[in-house]
């Protein structure tokens, strides 16, 4: 079986960049007619952006806190995007973030990397936070394996306070996040034709300097690159974290993609113009880098 990281390869290469937009539906920045409910609201902006952004993205992520806040409906919603997503030819990246071991993590699994009753999995890959060590991996490195979906293990985070933890020297005389990227090449086996295993690695735009050595301790894993955009970084600081061909990595940018207009206010009549040239100058930002 084709692994994670050739679907994406290929995906990448079909549609020319490695964007990633992160779907993180804010209530008070969608359109919303007068009276309208907010949930279906959420769902109707939600498909139109998909519809959107379809043909010029490799991959969506669609944030789960975003959904889970509106409770059982909002669920339904994120489920319903990730399989809307998914038909539309997407890589659809569940932004989950799920920690735990044993039979829990193999029901997290489940839910999302495994078929149903002849229905494919939610997702094509989801994020994991790999804190409590192989145990809470290897459930969904399993589930992937039998049909072909990955994981993203956190690894180096975009976020300010990531040093706290992620930047500590071990014994080993290893940082924790160098430790992390050791156990995220063990788990990432067998690698695939494009030479791109199923478990990818969460590693922070925000930290060029460590995309370079992470890159190099993780050949063959996909980099998911949150942080481009709106948490500050740019073009040039992804280049470290793409191989000799241009490939290996998926470009994460949600607010900057989705709401361009956020630091205005509420949706303009033009939004969906807004959200298409958002995407078309990130493009054009990575393809200048990326040649």
């Known amino acids: ?52 952004v379809a043909d010029k993205v490799a991959a969506i992520k669609p944030q789960a806190a975003f959904f889970e806040a509106w409770r059982s409906r909002g669920f339904e919603v994120f489920e319903h995007v990730c399989r809307y997503a998914r038909d539309r030819g997407l890589v659809v990246v569940a932004d989950v973030k799920r920690g735990d071991i044993g039979s829990t993590a193999a029901a997290y699994a489940q839910a999302y990397l495994a078929s149903h009753e002849g229905d494919d999995p939610v997702a094509h890959a989801v994020t994991v936070n790999a804190y409590l060590g192989s145990d809470g991996v290897r459930p969904f490195v ?15 985070t975009s976020n300010p306070s990531s040093g706290e933890l992620q930047d500590k020297k071990l014994a080993s005389g290893r940082t924790v996040c160098e430790e992390m990227a050791a156990l995220v090449r063990e788990w990432n086996e067998p690698l695939g034709e494009t030479g791109y295993g199923s478990v990818g690695a969460v590693v922070g735009a925000t930290y060029p300097q460590h995309l370079q050595e992470l890159r190099g ?49 509420g949706p303009p009549a ?18 200048r880098v990326l040649r």
Request: proline share 6%; aromatic share 6%; charged share 20%.
């Open 1 to 52: 079986m084709r692994t994670f990281g050739d679907r994406v390869i290929d995906r990448c290469q079909r549609v020319g960049n490695p964007i990633c937009l992160g779907l993180d539906p804010r209530i008070e920045l969608i359109p919303r007619g007068e009276g309208e409910d907010p949930v279906s609201a959420m769902r109707a902006f939600c498909d139109r952006v998909i519809d959107l």
């Open 142 to 156: 399993d589930a992937g394996a039998a049909t072909g979906r990955g994981v993203f293990v956190l690894v180096k």
């Open 217 to 265: 301790q993780l050949p063959g894993s996909i980099l998911l690159l949150p942080g481009y955009g709106a948490q500050g970084a740019g073009a040039a600081d992804v280049i470290p974290a793409f191989d000799a061909q241009g490939q290996g990595a998926l470009v994460s940018a949600s607010r900057s993609l989705t709401f361009p207009w956020a630091k205005e206010g």
């Open 270 to 287: 033009n939004w969906e113009e807004r959200i298409l040239s958002a995407v078309s100058a990130m493009h054009e930002e990575l393809a």
